[in-house]
């Protein structure tokens, strides 16, 4: 991702029964060059533009590798990850491994973060919105 190149936005789509998602129309031009399906931490699948995961992988890379937490900071960040491709509809395959981890069967929610898309359950999802509402009714007191 270039600056500028902000992702934002809440989509309801649908994996089709082989696992692949229509990426929102504004933004398969980012894929172009390939892209990065990511465990997310929260319990989501993360896609990010190839550019934008390495950028923001440096951060996982700061310990050195001679460390164990090094080296788990690495696992963590490349281990539950995968490359991926745009089909020409604009779809991309989400991995089975992935799906399983983020619960993903059919209907999803897809979240712009800024750096890249988020895709949820659902049920995840409502429930990470209602986390967001605590901490903004905590922050209006």
């Known amino acids: 991702m270039t600056p500028g ?3 934002w ?9 082989r696992g692949r998602l229509a990426v929102p129309a504004r933004y398969r031009q980012l894929f ?10 929260d319990g989501q699948v993360e896609l990010w533009t190839v550019e934008g ?17 090094g080296r788990r900071l690495r696992r963590q ?14 779809r ?9 981890k983020g619960a993903l ?3 999803v929610v897809v979240c712009g973060r800024g750096e890249c898309l988020e895709i949820w359950n659902p049920q995840r999802w ?5 986390q967001m509402e605590q901490g903004r009714a905590g922050q209006d007191r």
């Open 105 to 107: 069967d059919g209907a």
């Open 77 to 90: 960040r490349y281990g539950p990850a995968w490359n991926a491709e745009l089909d020409r509809q604009g």
């Open 32 to 41: 172009e060059r390939g892209a990065m399906l990511v465990q997310g931490l």
């Open 5 to 7: 190149e902000d992702f």
């Open 92 to 100: 991309v395959l989400v991995p089975t491994k992935l799906r399983q």
């Open 9 to 17: 936005g809440i989509y309801d789509l649908t994996l089709d029964d």
């Open 53 to 69: 995961y390495k950028t923001s992988s440096l951060e996982y890379t700061e310990e050195p590798m001679t460390t164990p937490e």
């Open 126 to 130: 409502e429930a990470e919105e209602a």
